[in-house]
């Protein structure tokens, strides 16, 4: 299916991808200068040539002091590039989320032909989360709300990020979006080092993977849905 919207969240998602990197290259460098060093050459060269992630993204505490920690705090050396990263992983969930109810709708209710279906579509409105809930429950009987697969984990030492639920976790991170769309700057995230915007989208990535994964087997397959609460 040329409009996959797995495939096309994973498009995103490389190109996401390619962000990460320069802030890790950015952050081995801002590192360096703090220490005095010369960078990490042949870690770089692997991140740029191997398209791979260091340490960095993963984890502070094993890369860095605490007042190396602080000197970003205090800088903002990754703050935008991190927010950027947030940003575009919510986003890029979100239309993944939007490509699912059409797939699922037609093929639910098939009209004789494809215009009317599309306009059916039409009068379907999709712009927050709140209409994404009220709109998959109405027509899919899926509970976008309840759907908490305890495989869709955050990473612990990003400590602005740990939503007790998956739900919880895309309302903040729409909350994230709303405010880098409209003041250019995300207020509620304390966003310091990569290992900050890299829970975000592997947050992400888990919940699409596995998202698909359930909810494809529901409509396509018909079996029961695992780690959803009851319908309401």
């Not at 042949?42 to 984890?59: D, N, Q, W």
């Not at 612990?156 to 939503?163: G, Y």
């Not at 409209?182 to 990535?205: E, K, T, W, Y």
Request: charged share 25%.
């Amino acid at each position: 299916m040329a409009d996959n919207p797995h495939q096309l969240f994973e498009i995103t998602c490389g190109s996401i991808l390619s962000l990460i990197r320069c802030a890790d290259i950015y952050g081995i460098h801002a590192i360096s200068l703090f220490r005095g060093e010369s960078p990490d050459l042949p870690l770089i060269g692997r991140i740029v040539k191997e398209k791979e992630v260091s340490l960095h993204a993963h984890s502070w505490q094993w890369t860095m002091r605490r007042e190396e920690y602080d000197e970003f705090d205090n800088d903002g050396h990754l703050r935008s590039m991190c927010e950027h990263i947030v940003f575009s992983s919510y986003v890029a969930v979100e239309a993944y989320l939007k490509g699912k109810f059409k797939e699922y709708f037609d093929h639910m209710y098939k009209a004789p032909d494809q215009e009317r279906q599309d306009l059916l579509l039409k009068r379907i409105t999709l712009r927050s989360l709140q209409e994404f809930e009220e709109q998959y429950r109405k027509y899919l009987r899926i509970n976008l709300a309840d759907f908490n697969h305890p495989q869709v984990s955050t990473y612990a030492e990003a400590e602005w990020f740990n939503p007790t639920t998956s739900w919880q976790g895309l309302k903040q991170l729409e909350q994230c979006r709303n405010q880098l769309a409209h003041s250019g700057r995300i207020n509620s995230a304390r966003l310091v080092v990569l290992v900050d915007a890299m829970s975000v989208f592997q947050f992400c990535r888990r919940y699409v993977m596995l998202f698909d994964a359930n909810y494809d087997s529901y409509i396509y397959q018909g079996r029961a849905v695992k780690h959803e609460g009851t319908m309401k």
